[in-house]
C-alpha cells in the first residue's frame, strides 16, 4: 500500500489533499467527549454536507475548537482548515474570517467546490452567535 | 493501482489495441471511395460490423455505428421527437435528458432494487385505451398520465450502470409492443457480461458501446431492427445507408470489432459468472460483514440478508451465515450483472471514501454523490430507488472486470473498514441504531 507522492496528479491542490488526509481539531466520536461552550451547525446530509462547529472560549477567545463533518473531501479540508484559521482569534477576529481566506490558505478550491468552504464559516458564525445570545440571556 | 471502475470505463484489450494499430498502421483509405485503400477501410468496418452483430444476435445490417452510447441513446429519442415516449427513472441522462429535452417524457417508477412493475403498463393501457383523467401525480419534468395515449417508445436499460439491476427485457417489450410502442433498450453495460440476443429480446432498438468490452472510448452502436422507424440524427452524407452521416471512423470500428469478437470468442458472459460473480459476492458479503451500518443497493441486496440493528458482530455473523448458504454463481433467473456491487455506509460521503481509497491505497472506485459529479446533486438513480439523499451521498460502487483478482478484494478489505470508521466517526450524522 503506497501513497501517491505526486500530488499534481491528484484532483485538488496539495493543500487540500493534506488536510483531508491529515486533518486537525477534529473530533472522533462522541460530542461529550469535548466540553465546549458552544456549537453551531449548518447545511443538511440531504445537500451531501454538514459541518458542526465546538468553541471553547475564554475571554471572548477561541481557545479550542473542535469539528465535525459529513460531507466530500474539500468539506473535510475547508473545515480543517477553517479550525486552524480560527484557533486563538477573539470572537470579532474570527468572525471576520471569509470563504476567500479558506479558499487561500488551501489554495484554491475548483469553483464548484466553494460552497463547502462558505458552509465551515457559516458554522462558526453560528457557533459565535449562540455564544453571544446564551450570554446575553 | 487496483482498478475497480470498469463500469466507467475499461483498458483496452490487447486484441482491440492491434487491430487499431494495424489500421493506423496501414493507412486505409476513406471507406467511401472506390480505390484499393478505400476499399480496405470497408473490408475492415464490414468485419468489425458483422463481429458486433454476432455478439448480439444481430444481422450485420441491423448494426449502425455511431460515436458512443449516448450518441446511439440521442439517436433514439430523436426519432420520437415531439412523440410521447416513457422511459425508466433510472436510465443513463443520454436517454433520461435527451426524451425530456424531446418528447412528452413520462418517467418509469421502479422499486427499492431499480426494477420496473407490471403495474405501469397497466396504467397505460388503462389510460390508452379507455382515455380517461390523470389519475397519478406527476413531478414537473413529465407530462400527465393523459399523455400515454398514443405512446410511441418505451427505452428501459437492460442492466443499470449504478446498480447493476437487469431488467426482465423480454417480458418488458412484450408487453410495450401490446400496447403499440417501439421498444429500445440501452444495452452498455450488459455488453460482454451476460448474454444478449436482440431477436430473442425482441426489442427494436438497442444500444451498445465499445469501451465498456476493452474497445476504444469514442465508438457505439445501435441495433435497429429491420423495418423499423428511423431518422438520422447526423444528416450530411450517404454513410450508413443515410443512417449516420460523417466520415467512418476505420480504426475504432476496428477495435470495436475486435473487443466483440474477443467477447464472443471467449464467451466472456460465463467468464464473468465464474471467475467474477464470486469475486464481488465476496466483497460485498465481507463489506456486510466488516463494516458496520453498510447496505447493498439494488437487485443485489435481494440475495443478502437486510441489515438488522442487531450489535454488528452478530448481525454480520449472521449474515455471513445467510450469504454463505445462497453461494451460487450462477443462478436460473439473473437479476444483477457479475461485476457491479453498489454499497452504502451510513453517515459516511460517497465521494471522500472515493478519495481515501484513491490517495492511500490507490484504489479507484466511483460514487455517484452530488459533491463529485460537481452538480449538487444525489444520483438520480439512488433517489429513484430509495427516496433517500442521504442513502445517496453515502454510496459508493465498485465495478469489477475480468482481471480483477481476490488480492485486489483483499486489498480493498485491508484498508475500507478504517476509512468508514473514520469519516462516520467525524460525521455530524449519527448512524441509526448507534447508541
Redesign the interface.
Known sequence: MTTKQESQDWVYSAKVKEHFLNPRNFLMGDESKFTHDTEGIVGNPICGDQMKMFLKIKDDKITDIKWKTYGCASAIASTSALSQLAKGKTLDEALKITAKDIDDYLGNLPKHKFHCSVLGHEALEAAIKNYRDQKDH | MIYLDYAATSPILPEAKKAMLDVLDNFPGNASALHTPGHRAHEIIETARADIARLIGAQPHEIIFTSGGSESNNTVTNIFAGQSVAVSAIEHASVLESARARCNCIEIPVNKYGEIKDSFFESIKRNSYENSAASEPCNDRCERASSRKNLSLISIMLANNELGTIQDIKHLAKLAHQYGALFHTDATQALGKIPINVKDLDVDYTTISAHKIGGPVGIGALYVKDGTPFTPLIIGGHQEHGKRAGTYATANIAGFGAAAKYAYKHNTPKLYAEKIAPLRDELASRILKEIPFSNINGSLSKRFSSRTLAPPAVAGALRFARARKRECPLEKHLDNLPNILNVSFE???G??IQ??L?????IAISTG????A???K?SHVIMATTND??VA?SSIRFSLGLDTTKQDID?VM??LPDIINNLQ?????KMKGAK
Not at chain 2, 369 to 372: E, I, M
Open positions: 453517515a459516511a460521503e465521494e471522500s478519495l481515501y484513491d490517495a492511500k491505497a490507490d454523490s452530488a459533491c463529485a460537481g452538480d449538487g444525489p439523499a442521504e451521498h486489498e485491508k484498508i466517526q467525524i460525521s455530524t450524522i
